[in-house]
């Protein structure tokens, strides 16, 4: 289990520029961390490298001792921008589809249904779904499968202020239970959480 995450003098290059160098962070299991940082400087970037998608030009990433391979293929989830569900799949089979492949099951599938209000869209086709309700959808697999580091890419977009307030809660609840979590963000997350500016040196409360 991930209780660990760290970026030592971090660097990643992409098309050729250089997105930022020397970044470095550490945190343990309980804290949250939010990216800031201008459009492009490279915060979407820094979590696909967390997650393995994209390589560094310099620096590590670390999970706390464990193998790195191993500690992604079963301790994160990733959520991007983009929420990459398949539009002609009716939201219970979306659902059901990732939180099999993530290692879940039909508890936690009931579980995440519950939490993310997501009963009266089961038979309904992804395409259908409004631009919030897809939001939800994507989330839903972070407690469908549950697993240690979530790294999430403006989580809180386009969800209304309701959603933004009980999916605080969820994070709250995800950081009590000894999880991480790392997120790029505009707007600051409901939670208490470190903040590290791409383009900026160091972390801070």
């Known amino acids: 289990m991930i209780d660990a995450l760290t970026l030592d003098r971090a660097a990643v290059q992409r098309g050729g520029r250089l997105l930022f160098a020397d970044l470095s962070l550490s945190l343990v299991a309980g804290q949250a961390c939010a990216l800031t940082g201008a459009n492009g400087a490279g915060k979407t970037s820094l979590l696909r490298a967390v997650a393995g998608l994209v390589p560094l030009e310099a620096g590590a990433v670390g999970?706390?001792?464990l193998d790195p391979t191993e500690a992604r293929g079963a301790?994160?989830?990733l959520i991007g921008h983009q929420d990459g569900l398949k539009p002609a799949r009716t939201t219970r089979e979306e659902l059901s589809f990732w939180s099999h492949w993530c290692g879940g099951d039909a508890a936690a599938i009931d579980e995440a249904t519950q939490a993310l209000d997501l009963g009266p869209l089961m038979d309904l086709e992804?395409?259908?779904l409004s631009a919030g309700q897809r939001r939800r959808l994507a989330l839903a697999r972070l407690l469908a499968a549950p697993r240690p580091?979530?790294?999430l890419d403006e989580p809180l977009s386009p969800l209304d202020a309701g959603w933004r307030t009980r999916f605080g809660a969820m994070m709250q609840a995800?950081?009590?239970g000894g999880g991480l979590?790392?997120?790029a963000v505009h707007d600051p997350l409901p939670i208490k959480a470190k903040t590290l500016e791409i383009g900026a040196q160091g972390a801070g409360e």
């Open 126 to 128: 992804v395409r259908r």
């Open 174 to 176: 995800h950081l009590k």
């Open 75 to 77: 301790g994160l989830h």
């Open 181 to 183: 979590i790392l997120a």
């Open 63 to 65: 999970f706390g001792g």
């Open 149 to 151: 580091l979530w790294l």
